[in-house]
């Protein structure tokens, strides 16, 4: 308003002595305070966790496209295909993608309350298709794909973006009428929900994907609040259920037995992951460069698949990798932020199970190519090649999104925005008096 001071930034410092202001800011602990002080005041803006989803899950469409034209080509070569081909079909599938996303951002929370059913029933029906005979498609020993023609489909990486929805559903209805607080209510029928999609999934050998439900399940246990006893009964079943499902199927011992692998074993078959391994270090701090890389050429394989952070390594080096976990970092962060700051239960529960999925997918690619966990088979989201994890994964993003620009905070913000746009702004100094639009100035009228 006229006439009052303007409000001054919480990170400057108040304005003092000549003297006394040329010590502090040559005062290297003031200026880090004051650093402190801006980080602080940007990440508690309303939009920050809106533009962290939106500028992280950019740069990782981005970088992930570079990577997976550069680690696929030769592959393509070999296969007789044009050397764009993978990269290619994944911008179909960013393209879908990114519809997706865009429709998920805008759709009101309500809308996407009536959805999570249909959504639901379909995925299951989609899973029960794939486990018929003649009709699932197997790749790689796995039968977990629907072929439609000229689509692929996985339905098994769509329904982690099921489960959030029904589980987020399902836990704020319960919650508005008191039953969280007995066990039996927590538990039923989201554990036996969830059991079910794993059964589903499981019939195809995807145990990847089922230990990412697993995950997914815990976090909304964790996130409603879950007693510590009922939460480590069920983390003590889960692990023996897991234990028996590794015992009982030999290939899935083998790359139990690759963790920590560091030079060939004749009695054991690590090579992938010990090529994982030499592509990290074959890319030093800085990496060979785009394209230069040498493990593609047959050493390491799936590279611009499961493997493709160890691609990363190699040509960009530590400092692409580490800009990689950046980003994921600034995902992981803004979805935790979305959850914790709404009151609505549906968002927190949602936005704290895709946040948990897309986190604890991409722990274990990364812990994978690493040789810290087993070799799961999991894509990288938003950054490995794969058409169904590619449209899951954006779709979730589009879910996030939709809950960032839904608090009052963010909705008054992104108002203010629109209307203080630079476009109108130079409309302002080119028109003075013409825009149009609330509260815009308007030219008096001419007495006669």
């Not at 493990?295 to 493997?307: I, M, S, V, Y």
């Not at 087993?374 to 939709?402: D, E, H, K, N, R």
Request: aromatic share 8%.
């Amino acid at each position: 308003m006229a006439g009052q001071a303007p409000e001054r930034e919480p990170w400057r410092a108040p304005v003092i002595s000549a003297s006394s202001a040329t010590f502090k800011a040559a005062d290297p602990l003031t200026r880090l305070r004051q650093f402190r002080g801006r980080v602080r005041y940007l990440l508690a803006r309303p939009l920050t966790p809106y533009l962290l989803i939106l500028g992280a899950g950019f740069l990782l469409l981005v970088l992930g496209l570079s990577m997976v034209f550069s680690s696929s080509q030769i592959l393509a070569v070999r296969w007789g295909l044009p050397t764009y081909f993978f990269v290619m079909k994944q911008g179909i599938a960013v393209g879908l993608g990114l519809v997706g996303l865009v429709l998920f951002a805008l759709m009101p929370v309500k809308l996407l309350r009536l959805l999570v059913y249909p959504v639901m029933l379909g995925v299951m029906g989609s899973l029960v298709l794939v486990a018929i005979p003649g009709i699932g498609k197997e790749v790689g020993g796995n039968r977990n794909w629907l072929d439609l023609g000229l689509l692929q489909l996985q339905p098994s990486e769509f329904a982690k973006l099921a489960l959030a929805l029904w589980a987020a559903d399902l836990l704020a209805r319960k919650q508005k009428t008191h039953m969280l607080d007995q066990w039996k209510h927590l538990l039923v029928p989201l554990v036996p929900g969830t059991l079910l999609l794993m059964l589903l999934i499981m019939l195809g050998g995807d145990m990847g994907t089922t230990m990412i439900l697993i995950a997914m399940l815990f976090g909304l246990l964790w996130t409603v609040g879950a007693p510590l006893r009922l939460f480590a009964a069920t983390l003590g079943i889960a692990v023996v259920a897991c234990t028996a499902l590794v015992i009982t199927v030999p290939h899935r011992m083998d790359r139990l037995a690759c963790i920590g692998v560091t030079q060939p074993d004749p009695n054991v078959n690590c090579f992938q992951a010990l090529h994982g391994l030499y592509a990290f270090a074959a890319g030093g701090p800085f990496g060979s460069g785009i394209g230069a890389g040498v493990e593609k050429w047959g050493q390491l394989p799936e590279a611009h698949t499961d493997f493709i952070f160890a691609a990363t390594g190699e040509e960009l080096g530590l400092v692409g990798t580490l800009s990689v976990l950046g980003l994921f970092a600034a995902l992981g962060y803004a979805g935790i932020r979305v959850a914790s700051s709404t009151k609505d239960p549906f968002v927190r529960y949602a936005a704290g199970a895709v946040t948990t999925w897309i986190m604890a997918q991409a722990m274990v690619n990364l812990g994978s190519a690493l040789g810290l966990l087993p070799i799961a088979g999991v894509p990288l989201p938003l950054f490995s090649y794969g058409g169904s994890a590619m449209l899951s994964a954006l779709c979730a993003v589009g879910v996030l999104l939709c809950f960032a620009r839904s608090s009052p905070e963010a909705k008054a913000a992104l108002s203010a925005r629109s209307s203080n746009s630079r476009f109108r702004t130079v409309l302002n100094r080119v028109l003075p008096g013409r825009t149009t639009g609330r509260g815009a100035a308007r030219p008096k009228r001419r007495e006669r």
